[in-house]
């Protein structure tokens, strides 16, 4: 499993399910064209791209293109690296028809073209190698996932944070074990929770 330092924006679940597969990465969807609506998605989507940096992988069809070329648009060149899907034909096994230009998105292609595209884009695995980790487990036990107070208790914590409501539980612990060591985390929820 590559681990990447940058976070990977792709168009939509099922990309993420796929470098899920290959990536320990934060990996945000655009929801596809959704992101020139979304104010918050975006700022978040700048808001990483300032902090660590961002991988834009999306289709290689026009409309990966036009989400590509709109967050080219709006953050930094500096700040934004590009993967580009080669142009391969078929369908998606869990599609009924190929799409409309017939080729593969991010979730059809295979695993080592996927990774040999992160390599020749000069993305190796960091080093940075976390010790003790944030888990689902923590979440539950500081009480933002599984309990009664979890939805209040998270959505305080993702405003502290200056994080978007929609975040999953899953995206926001990758995002904390990239910024913070489990030790922090606690100590900043302390401080953020008295009572707990």
Known sequence: MLKVKEAVIVEGKYDKIKLSNL??????????FSVYKDKKKLAFIKKLANERGIIVITDSDHSGFQIRNYLSSVIPKEKIKHIYIPDIYGKEKRKKEPSKEGKLGVEGINDDILLNLFKKANITSQSVE???????????SLELSGTPNAKQNKKKLLKSLDLPEFLSTSSLISYINSSMTKEEFYEYCNNLFPNL
């Open 130 to 140: 976390i010790i003790n980790p944030v888990t689902s487990a923590d979440m539950f």
């Open 23 to 32: 990536l320990d990465a934060l990996i945000i969807e655009t929801n596809g």
